[in-house]
């Protein structure tokens, strides 16, 4: 089982820029992928990026492909959800999560992956 402890939100203008941070613990062997969802107030958890632990399989979700980024930092154990040109539709809490490595729709949805981060609250000011 991994551990997720995720770091990093908060308010932020909107045109803005925000990082968030997971560091993993446990077994962060490279059989393990990790996600990025956010939920707003009333909505569905939603997903936004995926990677394997070993940087390969990188996918992010079309509403934010032009938007966000994430990357692994292996030798820290460490994911991250780069965000730029924030909008106040991205308010929301933000959730690490991470699963056995999978491929296809699976690894978009919530229930492909086993833990989750404590989740974070970006806010965007209009």
Same mark, same amino acid.
């Given at each position: ?7 990093? &939100?908060?308010?932020?203008?909107? &045109? ?5 941070? %997971? /560091?993993?613990? &446990?077994?962060? /062997? +490279?059989?393990?992928?990790? !996600? ?5 107030? &009333? ?14 399989? @990188? ?15 292996? !030798? ?14 991205? @308010? !929301?809490?933000?959730? %690490? /999560?991470?699963?056995?490595? !999978? ?6 949805? /919530?229930?492909?992956? +086993? ?12």
């Amino acid at each position: 089982q991994v551990q997720l402890v995720q770091s990093g &939100g908060g308010l932020v203008q909107a &045109g803005g820029s925000l990082t968030l941070s %997971c /560091a993993a613990s &446990g077994r962060t /062997a +490279s059989r393990y992928m990790v !996600a990025w969802f956010r939920q707003s107030q &009333g909505a569905e958890r939603e997903f936004l990026a995926r990677v394997n632990w070993d940087g390969s399989g @990188t996918f992010v979700a079309d509403h934010v492909k032009d938007r966000f980024t994430v990357s692994t930092d292996n !030798a820290k154990a460490m994911v991250y959800l780069q965000m730029s040109s924030l909008k106040p539709e991205d @308010t !929301a809490v933000y959730y %690490c /999560a991470a699963g056995v490595r !999978a491929v296809g729709q699976i690894t978009r949805v /919530a229930r492909g992956y +086993s833990s989750w981060g404590q989740g974070t609250l970006v806010t965007v000011s209009s």
